[in-house]
Structure formats: C-alpha cells, structure tokens
C-alpha cells in the first residue's frame, strides 16, 4: 500500500524553528517528486514546497521563501521540511503529497494524515 | 488571496447535480490541467479528477470534470450525504513557478 506519513510537528514559539519528516512507504521514494502544502485552521488548502526526483530541484510558495527549506533523502524514503522563523500565521496542519505526472498532467497522490504545527507563545 | 477562484459554498439535495466552478489565468488554468481534491476535515485530501477529466480507480463516474479557456468545473451527479466535504482545485502556475490552489468550495447536501 501507498502510504506518507508526516511527523514532526508540535507547539513552538513564535521565531523557533521545526524539521518535519515525512516517510513513503509502497512505492519507489527516489522516483517521484514531492511536495509539501498546509492548511491553516478555518482555512484552505495551501501549497508551500515541492522538490523534484534527486533534489536538485526545489519550489516554494512566495508566503515561506526564505523561511523554509525542502529536502529528501532518498536512502532513507523521507522527505523533510526545515521552517525557520515561525510565525503564528504558520499553524497548520502539513501534509506532503507525491508529486505524480502523466503526459502534461500533474497532480498529487496520494497525500499523508498530516501533522500539526501550532506556534504559540 | 487564492491565485484560483472558487465560490465559497454550494448544495444540493441527494440525488441532484451539482457544479463547482473554478476561475484562473492564462499562466494556470489557461496553460495546464486542472486537478480537483476533495478533502473532508481531520484527513488527508483525495484527488477526484486529474488531468481536467480524469478519473482515478475508485473514483466514482459520478464524479467529472471539465476545462475551458482559464476555467475548469468538477460536476456531481446523484448527490450523496457522503459527497459533503471541502472540494479544491489545482494547477500550476508558470508565471509564479508555483501550484496554484483555490479557495475551496464547501458542499452541503441537504
């Protein structure tokens, strides 16, 4: 079975900083891009990083540019997400999400349980 | 502010048909597929459509989707009460080098 799941997360004061993991399991890891989104609470679904097969390749949503840095280690079938200067408008329940093509298609699939990130002081 | 346009909720009794519908660009919609999530709160979301009208296995034919021009829309015939969950569109953005996501459509089955 295809599976991700996210680890990681927890209460963290504004300015701390938090390494995610996620690790796959059912499927080649090294073979597929991945990705990172977040879903803050009451609000929707939004993408925050993905990186391509071997990680020379990252992309970042403009809201966490600076703050946050994606890499994978594809020994281990894990995918991490380092956020740096965490804000309160960075709660969020994280998820990552495979990064699967077909032709000109590209969609996520599937996507972990999540974990969730609550900064607070 | 979400780069894609979604209205914010929508309903329908069961057995009816519904239509979410989903505004961009010309550098998302206009330029690449379109994906649609549903996501019901507490797990993880679940592609519905990939591809503009794509269906994975197991994904009911209930479930379609379409696109045109810098718009895309996912259909729901025969409305079910376990169809009500928070329904997202997708798609990359090559002006912002960056997935595009709606705002989310919440769907209420009445």
């Known amino acids: 079975e295809v599976q991700l799941v996210e680890s990681g997360g927890g209460l963290v004061q504004p300015g701390g900083s938090l390494r995610l993991s996620c690790v796959a399991s059912g499927f080649t890891f090294g073979n597929y891009a991945m990705n990172w989104a977040r879903q803050a609470p009451g609000k929707r679904l939004e993408w925050v990083s993905g990186?391509?097969?071997?990680?020379?390749?990252?992309y970042y949503a403009d809201s966490v540019k600076g703050r946050v840095t994606v890499s994978r280690d594809n020994s281990k079938d894990t995918l991490y997400l380092q956020v740096n200067s965490l804000r309160v408008e960075d709660t969020a329940v994280y998820y990552c999400a495979r990064w699967l093509r077909s032709g000109s298609s590209d969609w996520f699939d599937p996507w972990g349980q999540g974990t969730l990130v609550t900064v607070s002081s | 502010q979400s780069v894609l346009t979604q209205p914010p909720s929508a309903s329908g009794t069961p057995g009816q048909r519904v239509t979410i519908s989903c505004s961009g660009s010309s550098s998302n919609i206009g330029d690449r597929t379109v994906t649609w999530y549903q996501h019901l709160p507490g797990t993880a979301p679940k592609v519905l459509i990939y591809?503009?009208?794509h269906r994975p296995s197991g994904v009911p034919d209930r479930f379609s989707g379409s696109r045109s021009g810098t718009s895309a829309s996912l259909a729901i015939g025969g409305l079910q009460s376990e169809d009500e969950a928070d329904y997202y569109c997708?798609?990359?953005?090559?002006?912002?080098?960056?997935?595009?996501f709606g705002g989310g459509t919440r769907l209420t089955v009445l």
């Open positions: 591809g503009d009208n």
């Open positions: 990186i391509n097969t071997n990680g020379g390749e990252t």
């Open positions: 997708s798609a990359w953005d090559v002006r912002l080098n960056a997935w595009a």
